[in-house]
Protein backbone atom coordinates (compact mmCIF):
# COMPACT_ATOMS: atom_id res chain seq x y z
CA UNK A 1 0.00 0.00 0.00
CA UNK A 2 1.50 3.31 -1.02
CA UNK A 3 1.47 6.47 1.41
CA UNK A 4 0.24 9.93 -0.35
CA UNK A 5 2.05 12.62 2.19
CA UNK A 6 1.95 16.11 1.78
CA UNK A 7 3.08 19.22 4.23
CA UNK A 8 0.75 19.52 6.72
CA UNK A 9 2.26 21.60 9.14
CA UNK A 10 5.14 24.32 9.21
CA UNK A 11 7.33 25.33 12.45
CA UNK A 12 8.62 28.28 11.24
CA UNK A 13 12.44 29.89 12.82
CA UNK A 14 12.79 32.27 10.56
CA UNK A 15 15.81 30.93 9.41
CA UNK A 16 15.51 28.02 8.60
CA UNK A 17 12.45 26.71 7.70
CA UNK A 18 11.70 23.43 9.29
CA UNK A 19 8.71 21.91 7.20
CA UNK A 20 7.13 18.56 9.14
CA UNK A 21 4.93 15.69 7.26
CA UNK A 22 2.05 13.80 8.38
CA UNK A 23 -0.54 11.52 6.67
CA UNK A 24 -3.54 11.62 5.01
CA UNK A 25 -4.55 8.35 6.62
CA UNK A 26 -7.82 8.74 8.79
CA UNK A 27 -6.86 8.85 12.41
CA UNK A 28 -9.54 10.24 15.22
CA UNK A 29 -8.13 13.05 17.00
CA UNK A 30 -7.94 12.55 20.77
CA UNK A 31 -8.11 14.82 23.52
CA UNK A 32 -4.49 15.93 23.38
CA UNK A 33 -1.76 16.37 21.04
CA UNK A 34 1.69 15.29 21.25
CA UNK A 35 4.94 17.29 20.28
CA UNK A 36 8.08 15.71 19.69
CA UNK A 37 11.47 17.71 19.26
CA UNK A 38 14.44 16.19 18.13
CA UNK A 39 17.42 16.45 15.90
CA UNK A 40 18.06 14.30 12.51
CA UNK A 41 19.49 11.98 15.02
CA UNK A 42 16.32 11.12 17.17
CA UNK A 43 17.92 12.82 19.65
CA UNK A 44 15.53 14.69 21.78
CA UNK A 45 15.69 18.33 22.53
CA UNK A 46 14.65 19.62 25.84
CA UNK A 47 12.95 22.99 26.79
CA UNK A 48 9.40 24.79 27.00
CA UNK A 49 6.10 25.84 25.17
CA UNK A 50 4.56 28.63 26.07
CA UNK A 51 0.84 29.48 25.17
CA UNK A 52 -0.96 32.90 25.74
CA UNK A 53 -0.80 32.20 29.40
CA UNK A 54 0.50 28.61 30.47
CA UNK A 55 3.87 27.28 30.34
CA UNK A 56 4.72 23.76 29.65
CA UNK A 57 8.15 21.95 30.24
CA UNK A 58 9.58 19.99 26.88
CA UNK A 59 10.75 16.84 28.95
CA UNK A 60 13.05 14.25 27.09
CA UNK A 61 12.05 15.67 23.55
CA UNK A 62 7.98 15.74 24.58
CA UNK A 63 5.22 17.44 25.44
CA UNK A 64 1.47 16.56 25.57
CA UNK A 65 -0.62 19.51 24.89
CA UNK A 66 -4.42 19.03 26.08
CA UNK A 67 -6.67 20.31 23.35
CA UNK A 68 -9.35 21.48 25.05
CA UNK A 69 -7.49 24.26 26.26
CA UNK A 70 -9.90 26.99 24.31
CA UNK A 71 -7.99 29.31 23.63
CA UNK A 72 -4.94 26.94 22.27
CA UNK A 73 -6.63 24.25 19.73
CA UNK A 74 -9.94 23.45 18.36
CA UNK A 75 -11.08 20.37 17.02
CA UNK A 76 -14.55 20.72 17.19
CA UNK A 77 -15.26 19.38 13.86
CA UNK A 78 -11.81 16.96 13.44
CA UNK A 79 -9.35 19.41 12.43
CA UNK A 80 -6.98 20.77 14.56
CA UNK A 81 -6.27 24.15 14.53
CA UNK A 82 -4.41 26.55 16.65
CA UNK A 83 -6.53 29.78 18.04
CA UNK A 84 -3.29 31.82 18.54
CA UNK A 85 0.52 31.54 18.81
CA UNK A 86 2.58 28.81 20.76
CA UNK A 87 6.57 29.78 21.23
CA UNK A 88 8.89 26.90 21.61
CA UNK A 89 12.36 27.51 23.84
CA UNK A 90 14.85 24.39 22.72
CA UNK A 91 18.16 24.00 24.54
CA UNK A 92 21.32 22.60 24.22
CA UNK A 93 24.71 23.38 24.77
CA UNK A 94 23.99 26.18 27.24
CA UNK A 95 22.20 27.72 24.12
CA UNK A 96 18.37 28.67 23.91
CA UNK A 97 17.01 28.93 20.61
CA UNK A 98 13.12 30.18 19.69
CA UNK A 99 10.66 28.55 17.88
CA UNK A 100 7.47 30.19 16.51
CA UNK A 101 4.76 26.98 16.35
CA UNK A 102 2.64 27.31 13.34
CA UNK A 103 -0.37 25.51 13.02
CA UNK A 104 -2.11 25.55 9.46
CA UNK A 105 -5.26 25.81 9.62
CA UNK A 106 -6.14 23.26 7.14
CA UNK A 107 -4.17 20.35 9.02
CA UNK A 108 -5.84 17.29 10.05
CA UNK A 109 -6.17 13.93 11.17
CA UNK A 110 -2.76 13.33 13.19
CA UNK A 111 -2.15 12.82 17.57
CA UNK A 112 1.45 13.10 17.75
CA UNK A 113 3.58 15.91 15.46
CA UNK A 114 7.48 15.02 15.52
CA UNK A 115 9.73 18.29 14.74
CA UNK A 116 12.75 17.90 14.04
CA UNK A 117 15.31 20.78 14.14
CA UNK A 118 18.74 20.95 13.11
CA UNK A 119 21.93 20.61 15.19
CA UNK A 120 23.35 23.29 12.84
CA UNK A 121 21.22 25.59 14.48
CA UNK A 122 22.84 25.37 17.53
CA UNK A 123 25.83 26.50 15.64
CA UNK A 124 25.65 30.57 16.22
CA UNK A 125 28.95 32.06 17.05
CA UNK A 126 27.05 35.54 17.96
CA UNK A 127 23.65 36.77 18.17
CA UNK A 128 22.60 39.28 15.42
CA UNK A 129 21.51 41.64 18.08
CA UNK A 130 22.77 42.41 21.91
CA UNK A 131 20.29 40.27 24.09
CA UNK A 132 19.74 37.73 26.67
CA UNK A 133 21.07 34.35 25.90
CA UNK A 134 17.32 32.94 26.15
CA UNK A 135 13.98 34.61 25.44
CA UNK A 136 12.90 33.02 28.90
CA UNK A 137 14.12 36.08 31.58
CA UNK A 138 14.31 35.44 35.08
CA UNK A 139 13.69 38.01 37.55
CA UNK A 140 13.91 38.88 41.00
CA UNK A 141 13.28 41.26 43.26
CA UNK A 142 16.55 42.77 45.12
CA UNK A 143 14.58 45.31 47.36
CA UNK A 144 10.97 45.12 48.42
CA UNK A 145 8.44 46.85 45.97
CA UNK A 146 5.25 47.96 47.90
CA UNK A 147 2.04 47.28 46.36
CA UNK A 148 1.34 49.30 43.37
CA UNK A 149 5.15 49.09 42.41
CA UNK A 150 4.44 45.61 42.04
CA UNK A 151 1.19 44.96 40.82
CA UNK A 152 2.50 47.67 37.82
CA UNK A 153 5.79 45.44 37.02
CA UNK A 154 3.62 42.18 37.15
CA UNK A 155 1.13 43.52 34.73
CA UNK A 156 4.05 44.65 32.59
CA UNK A 157 5.53 41.47 32.53
CA UNK A 158 2.21 39.41 31.71
CA UNK A 159 1.91 41.89 28.41
CA UNK A 160 5.35 41.58 27.48
CA UNK A 161 5.46 37.65 27.65
CA UNK A 162 1.52 37.56 25.77
CA UNK A 163 2.80 39.86 23.13
CA UNK A 164 5.91 38.75 22.42
CA UNK A 165 8.03 35.59 22.22
CA UNK A 166 9.54 36.47 25.37
CA UNK A 167 8.72 34.79 28.42
CA UNK A 168 9.46 36.49 32.13
CA UNK A 169 9.41 34.04 35.37
CA UNK A 170 9.93 35.11 39.10
CA UNK A 171 12.46 33.19 40.02
CA UNK A 172 15.99 32.72 42.71
CA UNK A 173 17.50 30.83 40.02
CA UNK A 174 19.46 32.60 36.80
CA UNK A 175 18.75 35.76 37.46
CA UNK A 176 19.06 37.85 34.01
CA UNK A 177 17.11 40.94 35.22
CA UNK A 178 17.26 42.59 38.94
CA UNK A 179 14.57 44.62 40.07
CA UNK A 180 15.25 47.27 42.75
CA UNK A 181 12.64 49.94 44.20
CA UNK A 182 13.03 52.34 46.57
CA UNK A 183 10.66 55.23 48.78
CA UNK A 184 11.50 58.37 47.63
CA UNK A 185 11.34 60.95 44.76
CA UNK A 186 14.34 60.99 42.24
CA UNK A 187 14.47 64.33 40.46
CA UNK A 188 16.79 65.72 37.77
CA UNK A 189 18.43 68.27 37.27
CA UNK A 190 15.44 70.04 35.23
CA UNK A 191 13.33 69.25 38.48
CA UNK A 192 11.65 66.26 36.33
CA UNK A 193 10.44 63.18 38.04
CA UNK A 194 12.34 60.06 37.14
CA UNK A 195 9.97 56.98 37.64
CA UNK A 196 12.39 54.49 36.94
CA UNK A 197 15.56 53.88 35.32
CA UNK A 198 16.72 50.80 33.40
CA UNK A 199 19.61 49.15 31.22
CA UNK A 200 21.64 46.21 30.45
CA UNK A 201 24.46 45.86 33.25
CA UNK A 202 26.77 43.26 32.02
CA UNK A 203 27.53 41.93 28.40
CA UNK A 204 30.02 40.22 25.79
CA UNK A 205 30.56 42.25 23.21
CA UNK A 206 32.18 39.05 21.12
CA UNK A 207 29.12 36.98 21.14
CA UNK A 208 26.52 39.62 21.65
CA UNK A 209 25.02 38.21 24.82
CA UNK A 210 23.85 40.05 27.26
CA UNK A 211 24.82 38.73 30.83
CA UNK A 212 22.14 40.43 32.82
CA UNK A 213 20.16 43.75 33.37
CA UNK A 214 18.64 46.56 36.08
CA UNK A 215 16.19 48.16 36.89
CA UNK A 216 15.18 50.74 39.22
CA UNK A 217 11.61 52.72 40.10
CA UNK A 218 11.09 55.55 42.38
CA UNK A 219 8.46 56.58 44.70
CA UNK A 220 5.15 58.34 42.02
CA UNK A 221 3.13 59.25 44.61
CA UNK A 222 4.24 63.30 44.18
CA UNK A 223 4.41 62.54 40.12
CA UNK A 224 2.04 62.53 37.38
CA UNK A 225 1.73 58.40 36.38
CA UNK A 226 -0.46 56.33 34.30
CA UNK A 227 -2.83 54.77 35.68
CA UNK A 228 -4.53 52.09 32.99
CA UNK A 229 -1.27 51.03 31.52
CA UNK A 230 2.10 50.01 32.96
CA UNK A 231 3.48 52.21 30.73
CA UNK A 232 6.60 53.41 32.75
CA UNK A 233 7.12 49.77 33.76
CA UNK A 234 7.10 48.27 30.44
CA UNK A 235 9.36 51.40 29.30
CA UNK A 236 12.36 50.44 31.75
CA UNK A 237 11.59 46.90 30.99
CA UNK A 238 13.26 47.64 27.57
CA UNK A 239 15.47 49.45 28.25
CA UNK A 240 16.49 46.14 30.44
CA UNK A 241 16.39 44.83 27.24
CA UNK A 242 19.14 46.98 25.46
CA UNK A 243 16.20 49.63 23.57
CA UNK A 244 17.15 53.21 23.53
CA UNK A 245 14.53 56.66 24.08
CA UNK A 246 13.02 57.68 20.67
CA UNK A 247 12.15 61.32 20.11
CA UNK A 248 9.14 60.29 18.93
CA UNK A 249 5.65 61.61 21.21
CA UNK A 250 3.78 57.99 20.49
CA UNK A 251 6.39 55.82 21.16
CA UNK A 252 6.62 53.93 24.57
CA UNK A 253 10.08 54.34 24.31
CA UNK A 254 9.62 58.50 24.56
CA UNK A 255 12.18 59.37 27.19
CA UNK A 256 8.80 61.18 28.84
CA UNK A 257 6.55 58.43 28.81
CA UNK A 258 4.34 57.49 32.29
CA UNK A 259 4.40 61.40 32.91
CA UNK A 260 2.10 62.92 30.84
CA UNK A 261 2.37 59.72 27.98
CA UNK A 262 0.81 56.87 28.78
CA UNK A 263 1.76 55.05 25.20
CA UNK A 264 1.73 51.54 24.90
CA UNK A 265 3.60 48.90 23.64
CA UNK A 266 3.21 49.40 19.40
CA UNK A 267 3.43 46.41 16.93
CA UNK A 268 7.36 47.99 16.10
CA UNK A 269 8.41 46.31 18.95
CA UNK A 270 6.87 43.46 19.26
CA UNK A 271 8.20 42.41 15.67
CA UNK A 272 11.61 43.57 16.25
CA UNK A 273 11.74 41.57 20.09
CA UNK A 274 10.07 38.64 17.93
CA UNK A 275 12.83 38.95 15.03
CA UNK A 276 16.18 39.53 17.73
CA UNK A 277 14.73 36.36 19.27
CA UNK A 278 14.19 33.99 16.67
CA UNK A 279 17.73 35.08 15.62
CA UNK A 280 16.06 36.12 11.91
CA UNK A 281 16.71 38.51 9.84
CA UNK A 282 16.31 41.94 12.22
CA UNK A 283 13.04 43.89 11.97
CA UNK A 284 13.72 47.01 13.93
CA UNK A 285 13.12 49.99 11.79
CA UNK A 286 13.68 53.66 13.19
CA UNK A 287 14.52 51.39 16.39
CA UNK A 288 17.60 52.64 18.43
CA UNK A 289 19.78 50.11 20.95
CA UNK A 290 21.57 51.81 23.88
CA UNK A 291 24.55 49.13 23.22
CA UNK A 292 25.45 48.22 19.82
Not at 19 to 31: A, C, G, Q
Not at 219 to 228: G, L, S
Request: charged residues 25%.
Amino acid sequence: MSKKVSFGLIIFLLIPFIVIYFSEFEIDITDSTKFTFSDEQGLPYDGEIKFKDITLEIKNGEVIINNSYIYYFDVSDNLLKSKGDAYAYISRDNLSLSYTVFIDDNTSNFNEIPIIISEDDFKIEKYNQFRYNSANINYKYDSECNWVQKTNLEKAFEELSDSTILNFKESENDIKLHINCFDYNNINDEGNYILGEGSPSYYNNQTKEIINGTMNFYKQTEAKRCIKYPSTEIHEILHSLNFGHIENKNSIMHPGVGGNLCNELSEEFIDCINSIYSNSELNCKDITFIIN
